[in-house]
């Protein structure tokens, strides 16, 4: 990477963790694109040349807290060696829930705000690092190593994560209507149906 791409790429950062910042304590709505400018310390026009408006900005934020945290749960999982796939969707699974348990203020962000367009666009983008690293191709690269065919990847992939967006949710921030260690086990089995579920026969 040269010296331009090196800039551009920390100047993008900026503007990413300014605009976590003040969307993760004034909210999106009461946040200006001239705070987040600020919050960077960059000028105004610098914003437009990476994000549409700040709902742009915000969609792409998602994109990079979320990809980011499966990346790294693929490497931790990958030093593992779990032979089915079941168990790896569950070990990627508690990696990312424990991520949350400990930084419940991302799990608040990526929650409220991932939408279906969202999570597609999640599903092929490259991560904001520009490593080329696709959370997709990491998906699909785990449903070939298994050696097993599924009716349909993308809404399994959808209904897991869902499954797991919806039921954490108020058990990590308010231990509702249970803990966390006793939705894990329960929510690890479902995990495992709609897996098997999914195959193809």
């Not at 993008?12 to 694109?33: R, V, Y």
């Not at 400990?102 to 597609?120: C, Y």
């Not at 983008?125 to 990491?138: L, M, N």
């Not at 967006?165 to 803990?179: A, F, G, Q, R, Y």
Request: hydrophobic share 40%; with cysteine; aromatic share 10%.
């Amino acid at each position: 990477m040269g010296k331009l791409e090196e800039k551009k790429k920390q100047k993008k950062e900026a503007l990413l963790q300014a605009a976590f910042s003040l969307f993760t304590t004034k909210g999106i709505e009461d946040t200006s694109i001239s705070e987040i400018v600020r919050e960077a310390g960059m000028a105004k026009g610098t914003f437009y040349l990476y994000f549409k408006d700040k709902y742009d900005l915000r969609d792409k934020l998602i994109v990079h807290k979320a990809t980011g945290l499966f990346r790294q749960a693929v490497e931790q999982m990958m030093l593992e060696k779990l032979p089915e796939l079941e168990d790896k969707v569950i070990f990627l699974a508690d990696f990312i829930i424990n991520h949350f348990h400990k930084n419940p203020i991302v799990l608040r962000f990526i929650a409220r705000n991932l939408s279906w367009g969202v999570f597609q666009h999640m599903l092929v983008s490259e991560t904001e690092d520009s490593s080329g690293y696709r959370f997709y191709d990491a998906y699909g690269a785990l449903l070939k190593e298994s050696g097993r065919s599924f009716r349909n990847p993308d809404l399994m992939l959808y209904m897991i994560v869902e499954l797991i967006n919806s039921t954490c949710h108020n058990v990590i921030l308010m231990e509702e209507p249970v803990t966390l260690d006793v939705l894990k086990p329960e929510l690890y089995g479902v995990i495992r149906d709609i897996i098997r579920r999914m195959e193809n026969d």
